[in-house]
């Protein structure tokens, strides 16, 4: 790709901002209904989660493919990040061509970060639901940019410029071909960490997935009290008591009413849990701060 000509370039810009497009729309109007739960970017009221929990009823699709969606509108939303900043080092590299000063490239990045930024800070604390397509917000943003970009039209002396002046160079080749390595790079090492990184409180409300024809919800308050329920179409309170923190993100729960002692460990999402009745180990991760 880093050996394409001008032309190669700017038809590639244009194609991935223009299918960039189609799937955000897709996403706003098809998937409009997708209700994402996800602390890390949206803080959902104990009302709405309740509503979630006792009268939504998600459609059979969403249900099976959940997963494999979300998955791919992520992965979708990352490659539209890595194709924007290559691109970005080709518009910085050749900034005449494009009618744009480094100036005016590093202010219309940092305006549509700010304004992505702004965006998701709203949706986080003003808004009811989550839902698929608010990921893609900055990408989309940054698509738009892009799109700006290759529509604007050329400086008329770069037009004058000799064909040979469009053939990249070897230190601007090792250049963008290093930016990209080393961005790929960062962003696998921070994600590892994130993914890495324990919650680090157990307040909050949890639940499982669906498992053996119920749900599991857990709650777990500020005075050190916690609650456990099963959720078949009645709620049944399974355990009830206090929890204590061991240090290292380890918890002790004791039961209340037996004066049963579990251990638990804080992770990332959420935190296992063995249920003896079943004998089945839960996954609870969190759904509500």
Known sequence: MILWNERQWRREMLLCALVFQVIFLIELVGLWGMIVVDPKVHFISYENWSWLCQEWQRPAWQHNYFTQITGTALALNWVAQVLF?????????????????????????????????????YIKYNVDFYRLFMYAIYPELLMLLQLVWVLKKRDPCAEKEETATT?????EKVLLLLVLVLGVSLAAALYRLYAVNPLGSMFGMYQTEWTD???????????????????????????????????????????????????ITLGHRGFYYYYAP??????????AP
């Not at 549509?112 to 702004?118: D, E, G, I, S």
């Not at 053939?167 to 230190?171: G, I, M, P």
């Not at 009830?240 to 002692?261: F, I, K, P, R």
């Open 167 to 171: 053939k990249r160079t070897s230190l």
């Open 213 to 263: 024809g119920a749900f599991y919800n857990a709650q777990f308050f500020d005075m050190d009290q916690y609650c456990l329920e099963v959720d078949d179409g009645q709620r049944t309170k399974f355990s009830q008591g206090t929890y204590e923190s061991l240090g290292n993100n380890n918890y002790l729960l004791t039961d209340q009413a037996t004066g049963e002692s579990t251990l």
């Open 278 to 287: 079943i004998d089945t180990v839960l996954y609870f991760t969190k759904r």
């Open 85 to 121: 900043w290559a691109n970005a080092v080709y518009v910085w590299l050749h900034r005449e061509r494009f009618g744009h000063s480094r100036l005016a490239i590093a202010v219309e990045i940092v305006l549509v970060t700010a304004a992505a930024l702004a965006v998701r800070w």
